[in-house]
């Protein structure tokens, strides 16, 4: 069964910081790799797609990255800013079978970005 | 061209009492997808549908939970005599299809609390 590991739970900032969120599977048997961003009360957004043959993505200031063998992701915040502030989210998606399309998710970071 | 919509955005229930959440997929999806968040927690597939038909629901609790995706109109989670332990946020995902590079498009989710 797939387990999706993200650390640090919580992690708080000031203003302008480069950042590091990781994330961790335990079943490399993946489709693809996704971070999303959940503000409080709100949906998910997605931010980031990673397909299981690729090693990064970008998109702005964010980077993420794929080391499928080690089960590892990472996602980096350039210049943080006050409006980053949210949950984030990794989610992995099997690679085939009955469970085609489910997501599996991390319980997230929750960053807060200061002035 | 509207997002994943779902309704009610907040359901208060007794226990006992019937639970209906609803959601309508994106304009052109055919597929859903339901996850639940209990507190503190990452979120939990929970039953996959495509129109008419049940593909995956080995994430949803055998009693009491049915889901279904009709011909016409939106999918409806019911969750029937409910408990405390059901008190959690419910959200609807959809997408176009299940190709690797089609991401899922999250709703605002349900907060359901049982009384």
């Known amino acids: 069964k797939q387990e999706v590991t993200q650390i640090p739970a919580a992690l708080s900032v000031p203003e302008g910081e480069n950042l590091v969120l990781n994330c961790s599977f335990t079943d490399s048997a993946i489709y693809n790799l996704q971070w999303f961003r959940q503000d409080p009360g709100k949906g998910l957004t997605s931010l980031l797609l990673?397909?299981?043959?690729?090693r990064e993505q970008t998109s702005g200031r964010l980077n993420a990255s794929l080391d499928k063998s080690s089960g590892r992701s990472t996602l980096y915040i350039a210049a943080s800013q006050p409006g980053d502030s949210a949950t984030y989210l990794c989610a992995v998606r099997p690679w085939r079978g009955s469970t085609l399309g489910r997501l599996y998710f991390g319980r997230g970071t929750q960053l807060t970005v200061w002035p | 061209n509207a997002g994943v919509m779902q309704n009610p955005r907040h359901l208060v229930r007794r226990r006992g009492q019937e639970a209906r959440l609803r959601c309508s997929p994106m304009k052109g999806h055919s597929h859903v997808y339901w996850y639940r968040q209990l507190p503190e927690e990452g979120l939990k597939f929970m039953v996959y549908l495509q129109k008419e038909n049940i593909i995956d629901e080995s994430g949803m609790p055998k009693e009491r939970f049915s889901a279904e995706f009709p011909k016409e109109g939106p999918s409806i989670l019911r969750i029937q005599q409910v408990v405390r332990g059901d008190s959690a946020a419910y959200f609807c995902?959809?997408?176009?299809?299940?190709?690797?590079?089609?991401?899922?498009?999250f709703g605002p989710g349900t907060r359901l609390l049982v009384l």
């Open positions: 990673i397909q299981s043959s690729q």
């Open positions: 995902a959809s997408s176009r299809g299940t190709s690797g590079r089609q991401t899922q498009y």
